[in-house]
């Protein structure tokens, strides 16, 4: 097999992204200090908002536009916010309560006992509504919509990290709590991913 080096000359725009992709870590310690709601909006901002308003294209590439991710958070301790699951409605840039109350032992329940979800200052809960892909694309529509789960759960972390902050993505859950948390069927909506942020 012929090899071919590459160059190991990587001191560029080190106070870029690079430097947000290298410094990215799973975080599971956080230290209970509380987050702005600044803070988390800038997170759900360069995750999933959107960045084109004239064509109302998103920070995360969709197949064909068709956006079926919806992001729920859960706040557990958020400055001005009181604790509860919300949904990022997107073009308003806005949080829509879906239901109050404390949910850290929920979470962290049907997390199957993974602790420091209490521990985050939000919980970011993915949803996919599959209809918006599947008409397009059909059986295929189910990759790009797990692809662009995948996209939107990077660009939090790495938001997270160029802020400072820890991030840690779960895929171990148990999907009907999950989905009784957010409101959403399991059928037409189905929770895919979580992304825990904090203050480390």
Known sequence: MIKVPLSRDLDVAVDGIEK???????????SGKQMSAAELSHILYYACGITDR????????????TYPIEVYPVINNIEGLTRGVYHY?????????VREGDFRRDTVRAAVGQSFLAEANAVLVLSAIFYRTQ??????????ILFEAGHIAQNACLTAT??????????????????????????????????AVGKK
């Open 20 to 30: 947000a992709i290298a410094g990215r870590r799973s975080e599971r310690r956080f």
């Open 54 to 65: 004239r064509d109302g294209f998103r920070a995360a590439p969709s197949a064909g536009a």
């Open 89 to 97: 409605a997107v073009v308003d840039h806005q949080l829509e309560v």
């Open 135 to 144: 008409r397009r694309y059909g059986e295929r529509g189910d990759r790009y």
């Open 162 to 195: 160029s802020m400072g902050l820890g991030s840690c993505v779960v895929g171990a859950f148990d999907d009907t709590a999950f989905n009784r948390l957010v409101g959403a069927d399991g059928k037409n909506e189905s929770v895919l991913y979580l992304v």
